[in-house]
């Protein structure tokens, strides 16, 4: 995985958790489990995932580690998604998982991060989605990674 940006020296931002906080759950901070540099990179897949396995892709996904306050190292992530197409995905319930693959053996899965996105709902457009984790993404071996996304439905 090759970072595409130094954010280095950049003004101090800090990731949107759903508590506003930094802390994580078992008290770890952001800081402690993200295992990359300050920088921007190019996600090669990246799905959203309800419970009944159904997706929506993202496009054009970049994930960015970045320095917070306090200097405290902290990510986010944005891309491309058909909103009409989310919507429905949250037919499924309000979880929605995030399947992240970083190529190489970089694969994760996100549960239920916290997403903002546009307004645009007219068919076949599509707006930015911002994602942030609520807590430390799991790491996944390909086999997992492949085998999961095998089961999904695309919307």
């Known amino acids: 995985m090759a970072c595409i940006a130094s954010r280095a020296g950049k003004e101090n931002r800090r990731a949107r958790t759903e508590s506003g906080r930094s802390r994580e759950e078992g008290g770890k901070t952001m800081e402690d489990w993200i295992e990359f ?8 897949g990246a799905y959203l995932v309800s419970r009944e396995n159904n997706a929506v892709r993202i496009v054009d996904p970049l994930l960015e580690i970045y320095s917070g306050r306090f200097g405290k190292r902290q990510m986010k992530g944005f891309g491309l998604v058909q909103n009409l197409a989310l919507v429905e995905l949250h037919e499924d319930g309000d979880e ?27 068919p076949n457009v599509r707006a930015l989605l911002h994602f942030y984790p609520r807590k430390p993404w799991i790491s996944l071996s390909a086999e997992d990674f492949e085998s999961r996304l095998k089961r999904l439905t695309l919307i």
């Not at 540099?37 to 090669?44: I, K, L, M, T």
């Not at 190529?103 to 709902?121: A, D, I, Y």
């Open 37 to 44: 540099e300050e920088g921007q990179y190019a996600v090669s």
């Open 96 to 122: 929605i998982d995030l399947l992240l693959d970083l190529g190489s053996h970089f694969r994760f899965l996100m549960e239920n991060p916290l997403m903002q996105g546009g307004k645009v709902f007219t």
